[in-house]
Structure formats: C-alpha cells, structure tokens
C-alpha cells in the first residue's frame, strides 16, 4: 500500500456502519498465546490474579462502546453498564469504576476523611495498611489503629469495642471470611457510636476484593452484607478473572466525591488506547462485565476443588495456618518441619508455580491438570521429609527458586 492510499484512507469520507445492534463485527477466535497463557494459569497457585481473558471477554472488548469517559456527559456506555451491574448486585445507590482495587480503596478511604486527625481501625494484616504501599497516610493522612482479632481469624465486635477510634475492614482476608453476623454487629456499633455534633458519622470501609467469594461461601445475600457498610471496594481482576478493574459504590454523594479524588489520583480514563474502532475504558469494562457474568456462579466449583485438594493435603499430614473457606489454603509448613525453598522448589519440579508464603490460590481456570501435578508435589515433599531427606532450606523470595 502506497502511503497515498493511507492519506486516502484516513481523510476519506466516513462510511456509514451498516450493523445491527448486537452483530459482532469481528468474531474473535482464540489465539494460541491465549491457549498456551490458559495453559500455564492452569498449574499457577501464586493467586487468582493470574487468568487470562476467556473468548467471551476478548469478544466483549471488541464489540465495547467508544465513549470517552471524562469529556462525554453521559460517560461511556460500557463502564455504564458495568457500574449499574454492581448497582444491582451491592444494591447501593452509585458506583464508580477504578483501575485497580488499590485505587478503588484509596479513593473510598480519601472520600471518607475530609480533615485530619482522623484514623482507620483495621485488621492488622488489611491490604489498605500492609500491601498498598503506604497510600493511606500519604493520601488521607490518616492514623491507623491496627487490631490483632482475638480469634485469630477475624474481626467481632468485641475487637473494635476494645480498640475503638475509627473505621476499616476487609473480605475476604488470606481466603477467610468475615461473617455477616460479625459484619453486622460491628457496623451497628459503629454506626450509632455517639461523635460531637461537629464530627461527621464514623464510617465502615469494606475492602470487598474477593467479597463474591466472601458471600457466596458463607452463602448470604450480598445486598444484605453491603448494607453494612458506607462504602464497598470490588476487585474484577481477582476472582472474577477480568484483565483490569475495581468498582467503587457508595451513596449518590459519596460517588459524586469520589469521582473527583479518582481524577486527582490519575485515575480518570480517556480514549488510551485507539485500536480497532474501540476505547480502553469501555474495552475494560465490557471485559469485567463478561468475566462477572462468566464467573460469579462458577466461584462455588472453585471453592468445592479448594476444599477437596485440602482434605487430600489433611490427609497426607500437612496443617493450615487459617480455616479453608473459599479459594485459598494457607498452609502452616513451620510445624510439619518443611522450608518455604523445598515447597518452591518441589512445586517447580512439577512445572507447579507457587509463593513461598505457603499460600495456593485457586481460580476459575485451575486446571485439573495443575491440581494433580500440585497434589503429587506435596506428597512426595512430606514423604521426603518424613523419610528424613536433606530438604533444600536457602532464602527464597520470589514464586521460583
Ligand atoms: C484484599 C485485597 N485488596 C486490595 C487489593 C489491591 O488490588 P490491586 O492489585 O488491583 O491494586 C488486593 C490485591 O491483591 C487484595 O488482595
């Protein structure tokens, strides 16, 4: 083609699309880097951020809306769509898309605390405080109350009464679940916690980035667990398997205060990326909206593998640091005697690739494959380890060794 022809081409008159509402343009055929990536995502336990988008998502993003989601009033249809899903399932009344689930918090916690001094109360292990590089105090400048929960697992009312200056929580936590009883007790006190007059309410922050999981394990209802709290923070690109996103909700004003925090946090999204006759935020969103749709009724065969690999790990003599309650087994190998490098190390040998902070985690596209490799590694190591076996103890940091 003569660079003519391209001049000709993009100063062209503009031909009407002929096409249905609905009509895919392009039908998307799975390419061999995606099989070969769901492949290896199969056999990867490091956590259930590792899928890859299924066919429905790819085709999602090619049939996405073209909207600009800053200058367009109405903001883009497919983000739209995607915000009123989470309407409809957390049933509050605004939602707001983010790019990652630490924006997503960080802009729910920056909403929340208008003038310091002001402090969270958390888990001692939140993923505000611990995993978010130190956002919190930088944006929200906001002191911190960390509680250790009594139980070991999580938060009661008794916790926070004890440790009682401000909000924060999280589900689920390491794969453990807060339950709605605990949920409820602790944003009832919290919520008719006398403040002076001139204080706003307390607030209830859910770091809800495996909340699906959460609910559909202890088996409640979501809009009954998100009437706990004031605002909710959903990852999509954690169970539910979409390549990017959180969702934000909250009340029509908390929404409408965020939005100007997600802007002041870069988190405001044009048309990035101009592929196709697609823009990257509409092409995000229609890939979250089709991983939720995909996913979320599939959660409860994850958590039912998850639950079937620790029994048969139960049975061959290894100990849990935590419950096993949805998608991860945390595995406590200090008291079976085992190093994090020979759990590596053994997990490698299988073409198995796990952290060694001894947690699996298991997703949609865990492959049954992946779990026999991941089975076979784990008893020959305790069998090597009970037949006394010199096991390899250097320092490992990374999920390989
Ligand atoms: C509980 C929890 N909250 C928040 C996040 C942050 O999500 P992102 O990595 O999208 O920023 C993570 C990420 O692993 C998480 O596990």
């Known amino acids: ?57 790819m085709q999602a993003i090619i049939d996405a809306s073209v909207g600009d989601d800053i200058y367009d009033p109405e903001g883009d249809a497919s983000v739209n769509a995607l915000q009123d899903k989470l309407i409809e399932l957390s049933g509050k009344e605004a939602a707001l898309w983010t790019l990652s689930g630490t924006m997503g918090n960080q802009i729910c916690l920056r909403t929340h605390l208008t003038q310091p001094p002001h402090t969270v109360l958390l888990d001692h292990r939140a993923h505000v405080q611990c995993w978010e590089s130190g956002a919190l105090p930088v944006f929200s400048q906001a002191a911190v109350t960390q509680v250790h929960p009594k139980n070991g697992v999580h938060l009661t009312l008794e916790d926070v009464k004890r440790n009682m200056i401000a909000d924060g929580n999280k589900n689920t936590l390491s794969g453990t679940i807060l339950p709605l009883k605990d ?28 909340l699906f999981d959460a609910v559909a394990a202890e088996g409640v209802d979501i809009k009954e667990y998100c009437a706990c709290f004031d605002s909710i923070s959903f990852c999509l690109a954690k169970g539910v398997g979409a390549p990017m996103g959180s969702v934000i909700v909250g009340n029509k004003r908390f929404i ?146």
């Not at 000709?8 to 070969?36: A, C, D, S």
Request: charged share 25%; aromatic share 8%; hydrophobic share 45%.
């Open 183 to 210: 949920a409820k007790e602790i944003s009832d006190f919290v919520r008719n916690f006398p403040v002076p007059a001139d204080q706003k309410p307390i607030a209830m922050h859910l770091d809800g980035a495996r």
């Open 256 to 401: 409408e205060r965020a939005k100007w925090f997600r802007k002041m946090f870069g988190g405001g999204t044009r048309q990035v990326l101009k592929l196709l006759l697609s823009t990257m935020p509409g092409m995000m969103a229609a890939a979250a909206s089709a991983a939720l749709d995909y996913t979320l009724h599939r959660l409860f065969a994850v958590h039912a593998m998850t639950a079937r690999v620790a029994k048969e790990f139960e049975l061959m003599g290894y100990k849990f640091a935590l419950p096993v309650q949805t998608n991860m087994i945390v595995l406590d190998l200090e008291v079976v005697g085992i190093p994090g490098a020979a759990f590596v190390g053994y997990c490698k040998d299988n073409e198995v690739t796990v952290f060694p902070n001894e947690r699996l985690v298991f997703h949609h596209q865990t492959s049954s494959d992946g779990v026999s490799r991941l089975l076979k590694a784990l008893a020959q190591l305790i069998r090597d380890k009970v037949a006394g076996a010199d096991l390899m103890d250097h320092k490992v940091t990374g999920g390989y060794t």
């Open 1 to 57: 083609m003569a660079p003519s022809d391209i001049d000709m081409n993009l100063q062209g008159p503009v031909q009407p699309l002929q096409q249905e509402e609905n009509e895919h343009i392009f039908r998307y055929t799975q390419t061999i880097k995606l099989k070969n990536a769901l492949e290896k995502a199969g056999r990867d336990f490091r956590s259930d951020v590792v899928t890859v988008p299924t066919e429905g998502m």
